[in-house]
Each structure stands twice: as C-alpha cells, then as structure tokens.
C-alpha cells in the first residue's frame, strides 16, 4: 500500500510541473507575440499614408492575444500549484478561447495579405497625385523614399507628371526633377544661387520594396498566429489530461485514506479519532453494566493432550 501510495503523490507532483512548464511556455509565447504584433504595428504606423486603416486590426489583435495568454498561463501556473482541478479545467477553456483567436487572426492576415498588392498601387499613385497640395502627403512620402531609398512607384520618371517642377515642360526620362528625398547624394550650385541639387538619384521605384515589407508583415501574423494557435489546441488537450488525471489521483488518494480508515476501525468523532469500544485494538470486550457477575468465571480446560 505504501508504494500505491508512494506512486500516486508522484504522479500528483509529475502533473503538477508539467502543468507548470507548459504555462511558462506559453507565457513566453505571448511575450512573443507582443513583440511581434508591436512591431509590426510601429512599420504600419509609419507607413499609414499607403496602408488602409484594416491592415492595423491583425496586429491589435496579436498583441491583445498576448496579454490574454499571460493572464491564462498564471491562471494554469496558479491552479496547478493548489491542484485545484476546477482551475485547471477553466485553464483548459480559455486557451481554446484563445486558440480561436489566434485562428482569427491568421485568417485575417492571409486575406490581408492577397489584397496588399492593389491596395499599394492605389494608394502610391494617390500619395503622389497629391504631393504639392498636401503637406501630411509630402511628409509621408519623403519618409518613404528616404527610408527605404527608392523612388517614385515603379521608377523615378512616375514624378514627370506628378510633380511641380515638371509640369508643363517637355522633359526627356532623364532629365525629370524629382523631390529631393529621392536623392542619395546631395550638392549645391554654388555658381547661381547656392540651390541644392540632386547629385544621385534612387534608380529603383518603391513600390516593391513597399510590397515586400507589407507582404511579409501579413506573412508573419498569418504563420506566427497559426504556428501558436495549434500549439494552443495541444495545450487544451494537455490541460484536460492533467485534470482528469489529478482529479484521478485525488479520488484514488482518498479511497486508500477511507479504506485505511475502515481498516483500522478509526472513528471520527468532533475531529478527534479514537478506537471502537469492542475493538481487536484494546485487546479486550467490555461488558454491558447488566451482565456484570451474571456469568460464572470461565475455567481454562486444555483440548489437546498433555505432554508428560
């Protein structure tokens, strides 16, 4: 009995650090998935003048998950040290809520990501459509093409008919004046009137980087949020498992405390135990107060044959 005993603590203790370890798994994860969401959020931020304001919801939601597993994995981390069997089967469900929005999540990034390539082209050729007129645009669009060294959308000559200096004129490809954020290399013509010229110009237009960044930010949430949501649905699974094998353990633990009760003859009575009266535990049968010298003293007669 001692070593069923002996195996069920064990097993108790066995589901109880695993139930641990997973929670601090997932809780790294989340923090995970915070960086993640956060950053991606930060590039969207910066480059909001070409991103529909949809494209922000994914990554929201990324780092809302995050914070939502940490409370879930503390919440398993608590149940697991006080062996609380209801905690841990309400730890189970709510990684199966969180699983579900992980699922969203992928799902709305993998449609964000087939619709980057249209929504790039309309909104750069706006962007530049409205660069005199708009400051918020300018900004917008310099940092673009500062940042990432590029110009205009497909190439440098997209700005023949878009931009200021360049309107009513007849310039061939190569002489187009463009914005001097497309500049890599800046000089001043100190023969006229110290005016900044653009000594080299980006070759490459901006919209493939553009799509890359975009394209492989969706990516990111799409895979990151699907690789977490089936690791989720085997922590479910883990999390239910170990409830019904501590719930398991408890009930086999307290059938060998009753049954070691019943065999003891221990009686609880105002939380003290004390031995049955006509117990082999005394050693002796007490008499009831009507049959006190009632009965004649026994005499001891030998059954077996004396030995001479």
Wanted: with cysteine.
């Amino acid at each position: 009995m001692a070593n069923r005993d002996l195996q069920l603590n064990s097993g108790m203790k066995c589901a109880k650090y695993m139930l641990i370890i997973v929670s601090f798994m997932f809780a790294l994860t989340a923090i995970l998935l915070i960086m993640v969401g956060t950053t991606i959020q930060t590039i969207f931020g910066d480059l909001s003048l070409f991103i529909d304001g949809h494209f922000a919801s994914p990554p929201a939601l990324l780092i809302a998950i995050g914070f939502i597993l940490i409370a879930v994995a503390t919440l398993g981390a608590y149940g697991a040290v006080k062996e609380s069997v209801m905690v841990i089967n309400l730890y189970g469900v709510c990684l199966f809520l969180v699983f579900i929005l992980e699922v969203s999540a992928a799902i709305a990034a993998f449609v964000m990501q087939s619709q980057v390539r249209g929504m790039l082209v309309r909104t750069m050729h706006q962007a530049l459509e409205q660069y005199d007129s708009d400051p918020y645009v300018q900004a917008g669009v310099d940092l673009m093409q500062s940042e990432l060294q590029c110009c205009g959308v497909d190439q440098p000559e997209d700005w023949k008919d878009n931009y200021g200096p360049n309107k009513n004129l007849t310039l061939g490809s190569d002489d187009v004046v463009v914005p001097n954020s497309c500049c890599g290399k800046l000089g001043q013509d100190f023969d006229e009137t110290y005016q900044v010229t653009c000594e080299v110009t980006f070759d490459y237009g901006c919209f493939r980087k553009m799509n890359f960044i975009v394209s492989q930010s969706a990516m990111l949430i799409a895979t990151g949020a699907t690789t977490v949501a089936f690791v989720q649905l085997l922590g479910v699974l883990c999390a239910f498992m170990l409830a019904k094998t501590l719930r398991r353990n408890k009930s086999l633990r307290e059938a060998r405390r009753w049954q070691l009760q019943q065999s003891l003859g221990v009686l609880i009575s105002g939380g003290k135990m004390a031995p049955p009266q006509n117990s082999a535990v005394t050693g002796y049968q007490q008499l009831e107060n009507g049959d006190q010298g009632t009965h004649e003293p026994y005499t001891y007669t030998p059954q077996s044959p004396s030995v001479n």
